[in-house]
């Protein structure tokens, strides 16, 4: 044989030897992974199948409380005292604590102003002692009176000040020389001054409607929200509010028309307040007093909602015995439970958007 034909024929014979020297599995092993035995398809099969089933049924059986994320607003029955700014001006004196005991007529802020509370206080003492002297005709009071430190700070007011001082001492000169006098002009002195005095109280009194803001009755005193000296106030702006001593906290919140169908008059319902931790508050339980339908309607579509309100609690006592310190005329975010839902149900809905 011809040494040509020797190479011939290995170039031919090697791509027949060349994968079996690769090959590390036997001719049985390579056809059981390309045809799988039929037993163990079918029993692959079962298994997933009955995995299938078992997380389906499990998913059916259990269930998790169903609650609505929505606002809480806390009021009060019966209903608090807002309190307004007359006039706009800078914070001069806070003379209460948020949550304070207050007393009816109580300043709580005073404005900055050409006076003070203090000043006024003392015009109006003032004004007070000169009405009783008179109608007493104490002379020597009032002689006192008129000699006591004068009064220099009551801005606008300072005017009706003065002009009562001068009149009582033309008065008390008179009385000093009343054989100049007749009676009939000692009396129409005297009401001068009694005319005069009473024109100072009115303008002191509109001084404090003006510059003093003061509690409308008794009761529990909450800020709006912080002030302090310096702080800046619109006119007509509220300050804060007082509730009465004895009330009951009126809850209510919005539902979607949907919710509200599992929501009826006299239920029972769970509360949780977000910004207290369910793990260490717990739950409140609340009694759906009423319900009304609020319709908002806008340019382009109109919605339903409805408000339920939730029967007076004198506090807010949560399933772990403990009390939420809520603060009235307040919103909270809320979740409120409506009913109970299967993780299949809520599963089928959390997929269905997806599937559109």
Known sequence: MKKSDKVENS??????????????????????????????????????????????????????????????????????????ANTGGMVKNVYVKDSSIVDKDQPIIELNSASDWETVQQAEKFAKDVLNSVELEDIDNLKYLSEKRRIETLGDRQEMYDDLL???????????????QTKAEISLMRLEIVNQTRKLS???????????????QAGRFYFSKPFRRGTAIKSIEEVGFVVPDKFAYQGQLMVSSTDAKKISVGQSRKLELIAFPLADYGLVEVTIDSMSKVQTTTEFNST??????????????????????????????????????SLLKRFMEMSAPKLK
């Not at 059981?32 to 692959?44: E, I, Q």
């Not at 001068?166 to 100049?180: E, M």
């Not at 009115?202 to 409308?216: D, F, I, N, Q, V």
């Not at 603060?327 to 909270?332: K, M, T, W």
């Open 202 to 216: 009115r303008g002191l009194e509109s001084w404090k409607a003006k510059y003093l803001l003061t509690s409308p």
């Open 11 to 84: 170039q031919s014979s090697s791509p027949v030897w060349e994968p079996l020297k690769n090959q590390i599995r036997s001719m049985e092993v390579t056809d059981m992974l390309d045809r799988p035995p039929s037993w163990l398809m079918k029993w692959g099969m079962y298994a997933i199948l009955l995995a299938i089933g078992v997380a389906a049924l499990s998913a059916s059986i259990i269930h998790y409380p169903e609650a609505v994320e929505t606002k809480l607003y806390i009021s009060t029955y019966p209903a608090s005292f807002n309190i307004n």
């Open 304 to 341: 339903i909602r409805y408000r339920i309100y939730f029967k007076p609690l004198a506090e807010y006592v949560t399933n772990k015995n403990i009390v939420i310190p809520i603060r009235p005329n307040f919103s909270y975010n809320a979740r409120i439970i409506i009913g109970e839902k």
């Open 166 to 180: 001068h009149t009582i001492s033309i008065y008390l000169l008179n009385r000093a020389q009343r054989f100049h």
